[in-house]
């Protein structure tokens, strides 16, 4: 997979949508691509609001906690990976259907909408971007935005689960152990055990490496550019033949490494439970500091 099929800029949405000039919604174009706008982040109660007050035109409203993850438990984590069948009902509510586009955004650089992409693309959905910028690159090159909420025609797409490569703790405990590449995508100072905002121990998998996601971002919040991103990654023991595996607090802003990682072509497995079911299970090790 390369960047062009990750990612989709402002401009060429608008094109595929038939917007331009800072206009408001228009009349539907044939083959244009379902929009997802998925407004989350850790904490964040208002998404919803957010989005009614301001979105893509034609934009349908993701709710992350419900319809991109199965109930929380401390067996499975705080985002368990939804059931089939609820993911394929969810997705045919946003209109999805056999053969469709899909471009998927947020307001935090890509990093909730990622979970939508992944999802999609592991149920077996082959054509989905993430909006480069996301709303804010969007309004920045002066596209209107429209309010309310949008009830897209159901859809008809039809699911198959395992599409991209998962892990369980047990497979994430052996990559690491094991010379592979076991990246946790979390903000340093969670890795390290200095702060733990919301899971029930701090620190890391014994043998992961810290590579905060937020790292990947340019301060507009766009994808760094593709060598940049390769010499990060490279920095991080990236290397060819080299298995590589995403873990972060429950699986959300490491489907956005996982992203990062598929634009140089590289595929990288998801640990879904991650830290959040980790941390649950006190037979499990946590280490602590900078050492891996």
């Known amino acids: 997979m390369t960047r062009e099929l990750v990612l989709i800029d402002a401009e060429e949405l608008a094109a595929d949508l038939g917007l331009g000039g800072g206009l408001g919604r228009t009349d ?19 998404g919803h609001a957010q989005y009614l007050s301001g ?81 804010q690159g969007w309004t920045a090159e002066g596209l209107g935005t429209e309010v309310g909420e949008v009830e897209p025609e159901p859809g008809d797409v039809v699911v198959q689960p395992g599409a991209l490569p998962v892990l369980d703790a047990d497979q994430a405990a ?46 507009g919040g766009r994808f760094r550019p593709h060598r940049e991103l390769v010499e990060r990654f490279a920095g991080l023991g990236l290397r060819a033949g080299r298995p590589v595996a995403v873990y972060c607090g429950s699986g959300v802003t490491a489907s956005h490494e996982v992203a990062v990682l598929a634009t140089l072509g590289v595929e990288a497995a998801l640990y879904p439970g991650s830290w959040s079911q980790w941390s649950n299970d006190p037979a499990r090790p946590a280490a602590t500091g900078e050492a891996a």
Request: negative net charge; proline residues 7%; aromatic residues 6%.
């Open 174 to 219: 052996s990559l690491a152990a094991g010379g592979g590449l076991l990246l946790d995508a979390r903000a340093v100072e969670r890795y390290r055990g200095e702060v733990e905002p919301v899971d029930p121990r701090a620190g890391h998998i014994p043998g992961a490496i810290s590579a905060p996601t937020m790292g990947n971002l340019s301060d």
């Open 28 to 46: 539907p174009v044939e083959g244009a691509p379902v929009v997802l706008d998925v407004r989350w982040a850790l904490g964040m109660t208002d």
């Open 55 to 135: 979105h893509v035109p034609g934009a349908v409203y993701v709710d992350l906690e419900t319809e991109l993850a199965a109930p929380a438990s401390a067996e499975e984590g705080r985002h368990p990976l939804p059931s089939a069948s609820a993911f394929q009902a969810a997705a045919r509510g946003w209109g999805v259907s056999e053969g469709s586009r899909v471009v998927v955004y947020d307001t935090v650089g890509g990093t909730s909408a990622a979970r939508a992409w992944w999802l999609l693309r592991y149920f077996g959905v082959d054509d989905v971007r993430i909006l480069d910028g996301g709303l």
